[in-house]
């Protein structure tokens, strides 16, 4: 008996979110996109009950791992990574046998990801509450007639971090089945936008309009542009004006970037006059195998700051401060997160130049070559590569004008063109992500999470005007295989 006889009684009985039998109309699917949402803020404002405010061990991956720190979704989107990087590294090797072509292997594939994903929510909050991630605010709890030790007080917490974890990957499914776009994309839009919103015009210090203030009240001398007192204070050590610029830049990059793509052209072999074209875009893969890459980093951080509060650790692994790797292993793998991490002349950076510049070094190679592989990954393993995409144009009844119609053929053709604009595309991520993080960006926004927001959306407006195109012609929605 193989491992999918025996895993498939349990696999089969994972609770899903049944499938819309039918055609959803485009505004419930926006209602539907809409409720999750609003749920979504809800559930980050929902402290963890007997929890204690403290710092966020996820720090500045909170942007790309969703969430919030204290509250029901301190977990965020974490664990649904994760099991997506097993899942992509074992279907990429071919050691799961699944052909996801063959529903019930589809059946397997899905439950199987749900289990992965329920076991990593749950290493991932063992340690968080355990370990001194999450700390509790007493030491007993009275809840009504029940009085709660310290121990159970860290059982109801994990308790609490574990259900936040399964709302997430329920709220996602619901959006992926009835809504538009995906519940993962969708949570990572709203955790940005609100640190952008917030960084932008919070009146205190740090916020885009306090400078303003502080230029127009004569604090900020502009005419005495490197004095301690002049411009170069908020362009680059306090203030958010060169954030604000990096922020605009990046926006504008991304939304160039989608729109930059080599068109294939295509017929239709018994339907003359039909033509149409594939586009091949510069960031073919998107920009969600950044998730995976961050999500990676951000594994490697939480597991020194786990071993660094449990047991500690040799100098040369890495020297803390606080939670903060000051040097040491752990500090050079750790991604620049600000212009302060890296501006090794200002008083805000105790490292010296070189150990800097080996930091520096070391995320850009991480970011850019981990781009390009999960780029290549994600490409293989959603049938987007030369093979998978040949054979869906072949299967359509179209071919490539002067090709003969051959599915070997046209693999070939996409050949020349998918792998190297993928490792590109992948590479391209990368260094805008680091280049982010190196100037700052309104809200203290990781750059990972910028680059995932402005293409997301970008592609969500694609997808909600082509669900208005269908919903006003019906004849599309039968061409796309959107059902009646």
Known sequence: MGWKEAAEPVLTRMPTVRRPEGHVPFKRKLAWTAGILVLYFFLTNIDLLGAASGQDIYGQFRSVIAGAQGSLLQVGIGPIVTASIVMQLLGGANLLGLDTDDPRDQVLYQGLQKVLVVAMTALTALPMVFAGGILPAQQSLQLGGFAFSATEIKLLMFAQVFAGGILVLYMDEVVSKWGIGSGIGLFIIAGVSQRLVAGFIQPQAGGFFFDWYRIITGEIAVGSVFSSDGLSTILL??????????????????????????????????????????????????VLPMILVRALQANIQFIGQIVQTQVGMPSVLGVYSGSTPVSGFFYYVSPI?????????????????????????????????????FAVFWVETTDMGPDATAQQIQNSGMQIPGFRQNVGVIE??????????????????GLLAV??????????????????????????????????????????????????
């Open 412 to 429: 070939k053709v996409m050949e020349r063109y998918i792998p190297q604009v993928t490792v590109i595309g992948g590479a391209l991520v």
């Open 237 to 286: 050590n306090q203030g958010q004006l060169l954030a604000l610029f990096t922020t605009i830049l990046i926006f504008a990059i991304v939304v160039y970037a989608e729109s930059v793509r080599v068109e294939i052209p295509l017929s239709h072999s018994r339907v003359k006059g039909a033509r149409g074209r594939f586009p091949v875009k510069l960031i073919y893969a998107s």
């Open 337 to 373: 997160y600000s212009p302060q991490d890296w501006m090794w002349w200002t008083a805000q950076v105790d490292q010296a130049w070189w150990m800097v510049m080996i930091r520096v070094s070391v995320d850009l190679s991480f970011m850019v070559i981990g781009g390009a592989i």
């Open 435 to 484: 280049w982010a993080n190196m100037l700052g960006t309104i809200g203290g926004v990781d750059g990972t999470g910028l680059l995932l927001a402005v293409s997301i959306t970008y592609k969500l407006y694609e997808e909600i005007a082509e669900e208005q195109m269908m919903e006003m012609h019906p004849m599309m929605r039968q061409m796309f295989g959107g059902g009646e």
